[in-house]
């Protein structure tokens, strides 16, 4: 399945959105200061948790010309991670 709802057995199956999985093991978050993903064509979605290297969290994520998807879950904050020194370019 994975974040997208994407039916892998081959079936057309496929449900729609993006779900919340951040309490399913395994799951991995993205921690850096920079994401760049402005030549991907493609859809993406990243999960980010927040910059830890920095002081203010800040994060600089970049997406492409895809339709895609940028979802903030630093667990245990109340703003998931995002905060005014976060920007986010798509």
């Given at each position: 399945?994975?974040?997208?709802?994407?039916?892998?057995?081959?079936?057309?199956?496929?449900?729609?959105?993006?779900?919340d999985?951040?309490?399913t093991?395994?799951?991995?978050?993205?921690?850096?200061?920079?994401?760049?993903?402005?030549?991907?064509?493609?859809?993406?979605?990243?999960?980010?948790?927040?910059?830890?290297?920095?002081?203010?969290?800040?994060?600089?994520?970049?997406?492409?010309?895809?339709?895609d998807?940028?979802?903030f879950?630093?667990?245990?904050?109340?703003?998931?991670?995002?905060?005014?020194?976060?920007?986010?370019?798509?």
């Amino acid at each position: 399945g994975g974040l997208n709802r994407i039916d892998t057995s081959g079936a057309a199956a496929d449900g729609s959105g993006v779900q919340d999985l951040s309490l399913t093991a395994g799951q991995v978050k993205l921690v850096a200061g920079v994401i760049d993903a402005s030549a991907e064509l493609a859809n993406v979605t990243v999960r980010v948790s927040t910059n830890t290297s920095a002081v203010n969290g800040g994060q600089k994520i970049t997406m492409g010309a895809g339709n895609d998807t940028v979802i903030f879950d630093n667990i245990q904050d109340t703003r998931a991670g995002l905060t005014i020194s976060d920007t986010v370019a798509g």
